[in-house]
């Protein structure tokens, strides 16, 4: 119920914007974040932000990518900026919602997106 744009192929130090958004309707949506994944390695969060817009993020990216969300439209997105090669991972969009008041909340995936940073 979550899907995931904006992957791609970029140069060191390009940008790239990532969306995310629920293509069903919920009846609230908590906490939403971004994680990512390399070959070989356990999935790995990236950030996170509140419903209240408070973000937390991983040391690899402070200062490079700007997680920010649309409570209207149940979306996040992340804006990464300057990116390294070690950025590459397959990019998997996070929210924790109810999908009724009486149900949840359960924790959604999106299906993921590649992103690819190389010269």
């Known amino acids: 119920q979550l899907v995931e744009s904006g992957g791609g192929l970029v140069q060191p130090g390009g940008s790239l914007r990532l969306s995310c958004a629920a293509s069903?309707?919920?009846?609230?949506?908590?906490?939403m974040a971004w994680y990512r994944q390399v070959p070989g390695k356990q999935r790995g969060l990236v950030e996170t932000i509140t419903s209240g817009h408070n973000t937390n993020y991983a040391d690899s990216v402070k200062g490079r990518f700007t997680i920010s969300r649309d409570n209207a439209k149940n979306a996040v997105y992340l804006q990464m900026n300057s990116l390294k090669p070690e950025d590459t991972a397959v990019y998997y969009c996070n929210a924790q919602a109810r999908p009724t008041s009486w149900a949840g909340p359960f924790n959604y995936w999106g299906q993921g997106t590649q992103v690819t940073v190389s010269s």
């Open positions: 069903g309707t919920f009846f609230s949506v908590a906490g």
